[in-house]
């Protein structure tokens, strides 16, 4: 049941980012984030739901065309944390972006997001 919420607050998070209109954008967030959300980005932190709608606004606003973010893997949660992987593709074979977020929920909201953009290099031994 937890998952499932979580899956739910996720996929409307990304939904915003998917937004047929702009103006859809903040009620997106709206049902997915709590108002003191902490966003960890490629940026550096801020908060609020004000803000994550800035970061969103600007990769819909991507310089290569509107893209589509998805999630492509299941969401694994222990506990309130909850991981996912996503991808960002821009039409005509632009630009793709992948990475992992994790997010904390409360009371069935997403309260803090941290974004691991790109892959991660192995090791070097």
């Known amino acids: 049941?937890?998952?499932?919420?979580a899956r739910s607050a996720i996929d409307?998070?990304?939904s915003a980012?998917?937004?047929s209109d702009d103006s859809y954008?903040?009620?997106?967030?709206?049902?997915a984030l709590t108002s003191d959300v902490v966003f960890w980005g490629p940026l550096g932190r801020s908060e609020g739901i004000a803000a994550v709608e800035r970061f969103v606004l600007d990769?819909?606003?991507h310089p290569a065309g509107t893209g589509t973010m998805v999630r492509c893997s299941a969401v694994d949660m222990p506990d309130e944390w909850?991981?996912?992987q996503w991808v960002f593709s821009t039409p005509d074979g632009g630009p793709r972006l992948t990475g992992t977020d994790v997010?904390?929920?409360?009371?069935?909201l997403i309260?803090?997001?941290?974004?691991f953009a790109g892959e991660i290099e192995p090791s070097a031994s």
């Open 1 to 5: 049941m937890q998952e499932e919420t």
């Open 12 to 14: 409307t998070f990304i």
């Open 17 to 19: 980012f998917n937004a």
């Open 25 to 31: 954008v903040t009620a997106l967030l709206s049902q």
């Open 59 to 61: 990769i819909r606003r």
């Open 82 to 84: 909850a991981r996912y």
């Open 103 to 108: 997010v904390h929920l409360r009371r069935s």
């Open 111 to 115: 309260d803090q997001v941290i974004v």
